[in-house]
């Protein structure tokens, strides 16, 4: 099990969300943890947060850090506060309506993720 303090669960048999992963881990220079739920068992998404199922995970990322857990677009927007050089970005995904657009957009992403 992993042991880091930031942990990215995405869906690893999406080739869209493995290149994303492996994009954000060179970018953060390994500050999170990032796993596939298909590679946990349904006791170790309970240990990393007691609300990860199966089927939470296949909807979209989650991103676990200090016992909070921040699904999909609020998921992107923690996780750009890791990241050196689009940390500055992340303080625009908090203005006004952009939390809508955002969520939007990741839905249109995970519908559509297949065919990127």
Known sequence: MQTKKSI????????????????????TNDKIAIVSYHQLSKAELEFLHKQLTNELCAGEVQFIEEGNRYPGFFAVRQ???KMDKYKY??????LPLIPFLGMATMFLLKRFRSKL
Do not use: H, Q
Request: with cysteine.
């Open 89 to 94: 970005l992340a303080i625009l995904l908090y």
């Open 8 to 27: 990215l669960v995405y869906d690893g048999n999406c080739s869209f969300c493995t290149r994303l992963a492996k994009s954000i881990r060179e970018k």
């Open 79 to 81: 996780i750009l506060w």
